[in-house]
């Protein structure tokens, strides 16, 4: 179902921090194709400095990026927008578990088609994974 059919969904900002330009601008587009609005930053540097000036309902966010990883971004983030819900990504199977403790949800680069959407609508209370489709 497309975000159309959850109106608090579709009016949530967005914000993608990944230094995989080629990744963050496939997630603005799939996003956007379902009317979020959608930031993106690529680094946690720049993605912080948008966080302070936009108000952000969900943070996407890569683990591996130069000069902050995606636990040193999530704890800022935390402190910078604390009821943003953050969700963690990552093409490597060695997050460490102390990282996802900062996060309300992982899903591995490989899944993300499949889950980022059901997981944005979870983290919201929209139910189980399984109610939402993420084919565009």
């Keep these: 179902m497309p975000a159309a059919v ?20 496939c997630e603005r587009s799939f996003l956007e194709s379902f009317g979020y609005s959608v930031l993106t930053a690529e680094s946690g540097g720049k993605g912080l400095e948008l966080a302070s000036k936009h108000s952000v309902d969900v943070v996407i966010l890569d683990y591996f990026m130069p000069e902050m990883n995606g636990q040193e971004v999530a704890i800022e983030m935390r402190r910078l927008r604390p009821e943003a819900a953050i969700i963690m990504l990552s093409g490597a199977a060695d997050v460490p578990e102390q990282a996802l403790k900062w996060v309300d949800a992982f899903i591995a680069e490989d899944r993300l088609a499949s889950q980022l959407l059901p997981t944005i609508a979870q983290l919201y209370g929209y139910g189980p994974t399984s109610q939402l489709s993420c084919d565009a």
Excluded: F
Aim: glycine fraction near 0%; charge should be negative.
């Design 6 to 25: 959850y109106p608090a969904l579709q009016s949530a900002v967005l914000l993608c921090i990944d230094d995989n330009e080629d990744l963050l601008e």
